[in-house]
């Protein structure tokens, strides 16, 4: 079984930085045990101009059958003889997906410690394949890579040259070839794909399955044309796997909110509110009110919690008086997507130093978020169970606690006036609830009573005399005597460690 992966360098950013990226030196030939064989990775080509990497897996039939014990596709008996002639050695299947996994599974999930601004960067990258085994043929190639953004070529393999009247082998010759992928993200869609084409799992398909795709599948499985094929195929048909995937998966679709969608019905109300003249997008309305809140309280460290696609923190870099922005979210395809829009492989040093996005669930205590001076959560609170909001409330107030925290959710009274949303539906389908005023400021009061915060609420967008604004926004400030009580506590037990620390020495 064999692959290549190669890459054309550009000045500043050479070629061999693959090597990096697959934590494998190109001036090496390395080997490499599995459970079927030896994976061996070397570089048939490797300067600052172009530089290739190539798989090649050497699968040991006799292990392969001793440790399989003649079973197939999900544990099924295979027929005598196919244990011993079939073209394992040869054609990639699963076993070169598990060998990926094996040998690259540092550079699968994004991780390199000597360059980490490396595995970010979209680069040109061409793979290729000679001999995959594709039950659907071409056609089913493409519909599986083409929506990755993928230029996909696939050649069918004659049976026989000699005999051209056969016809086509189940086999074809694969390229892809693509400028808006990382490293990270091809070797994650190999290691999916190719065992859904070849559509045979040769080894025992367990619960734990299930896990291992949907870590590889995450930022494009969700939303994949495929979704159903590519899990029931990885899954060998094993359906109440496949079942539960299918619903993991949606549960992720859903947390992942499209950014673009909230806006295009922000925009919506907006239009319908002032009909008379083209209104500025509410959308637009909401970060303008955010950065003047934000520029008002004094923040130059800035948290924008549930950042999404990056769009409040691209408009936050564009004023310098804010030294520093964090965007931290729970979608690593949402953080993806914000990376390029705010073309951070291509930002200059200095610009770079102000923003970093990070992974993270506002659920759990986090200690990276401790120290700001501000924190955002634009459109966040509503797309959590209520039963879940005590856990963020503490996270962001009880153990961040920044000196000014703003919170803004749709105002559900204003939805009357948006003639084409039907009566008692929420303005998006991932929104768990939508406040009235007077249930927002309910909660607002009581968090700011129990965190020693003061709060008060600005409209955003056009303030209705009857149902109100479209959006409603909370600004919370840290009471004076709460900051300094908590300063108080902070060095009290401070000291109280450093007298247990005394005792214990003494």
């Not at 005399?465 to 005597?481: C, K, R, S, Y």
């Amino acid at each position: 079984m064999f692959l290549t992966i190669s890459t054309t360098g550009t000045p500043g950013r050479p070629a061999t930085d693959l090597g990096f990226l697959l934590h494998k030196h190109p001036e090496k030939a390395q080997a490499f045990s599995t459970s079927y064989g030896t994976a061996h990775v070397l570089y048939p080509e490797a300067d600052e101009q172009r530089c290739t990497a190539a798989l090649l897996l050497e699968v040991d039939a006799v292990a392969l059958v001793r440790r399989g014990k003649g079973k197939g596709r999900g544990g099924a008996p295979d027929a005598a003889l196919a244990q011993y002639v079939n073209d394992r050695p040869y054609a990639a299947s699963s076993l070169l997906a598990v060998a990926i996994g094996a040998v690259f599974s540092s550079a699968m999930r994004g991780v390199c410690r000597a360059r980490p601004e490396l595995p970010e960067q979209v680069r040109p990258l061409r793979v290729e394949v000679p001999a995959l085994p594709a039950r659907g043929g071409p056609d089913l190639v493409r519909r599986l890579f083409e929506p990755l953004d993928w230029t996909v070529t696939a050649e069918p393999v004659a049976l026989d040259t000699e005999f051209p009247e056969w016809g086509d082998s189940r086999y074809v010759r694969l390229v892809l070839e693509s400028r808006s992928r990382t490293v990270a993200e091809a070797l994650r869609h190999l290691y999916v794909l190719l065992p859904v084409l070849d559509d045979a799992k040769h080894y025992w398909v367990a619960a734990d399955e299930v896990d291992k795709l949907l870590r590889a599948g995450e930022g494009w499985l969700p939303e994949h044309p495929e979704q159903k094929l590519i899990t029931s195929r990885y899954l060998s048909r094993r359906w109440s796997l496949t079942r539960e995937a299918m619903a993991r998966l949606e549960l992720v679709r859903l947390a992942e909110t499209d950014d673009n969608e909230v806006e295009a019905i922000d925009n919506a109300v907006a239009a319908e509110a002032e009909a008379e003249e083209k209104p500025t997008p509410l959308a637009v309305r909401r970060r303008d009110a955010i950065v003047a809140a934000l520029t008002e309280a004094g923040a130059a460290r800035v948290l924008d919690l549930g950042c999404g696609e990056g769009h409040l923190v691209q408009a936050l870099l564009k004023d310098p008086r804010f030294t520093e922005i964090v965007g931290v979210d729970v979608s690593m395809r949402a953080l993806t997507i914000a990376s390029r829009r705010l073309k951070l492989d291509r930002m200059g040093e200095r610009q770079a130093a102000r923003v970093k996005l990070f992974q993270g669930s506002l659920a759990y205590t986090d200690s990276r978020l401790k120290g700001y001076d501000a924190a955002v959560l634009s459109e966040v609170v509503e797309h959590l169970d209520l039963p879940r909001l005590p856990a963020l409330e503490y996270a962001v107030f009880g153990a961040a606690r920044p000196r000014t925290v703003l919170v803004t959710t749709p105002n559900v009274e204003y939805n009357v006036r948006w003639e084409s949303l039907p009566a008692g539906h929420v303005r998006h389908r991932d929104h768990r609830f939508e406040w009235t005023r007077e249930e927002f400021r309910a909660w607002a009061g009581a968090v700011a009573g129990r965190h020693g915060y003061g709060v008060e609420f600005v409209p955003v967008g056009p303030d209705d005399p009857e149902v109100g604004p479209p959006t409603q926004m909370a600004v919370f400030t840290v009471n004076g005597n709460a900051h300094e009580k908590s300063h108080e506590k902070s060095h009290e037990k401070t000291h109280e460690k450093t007298h247990e620390k005394e005792a214990k020495a003494a």
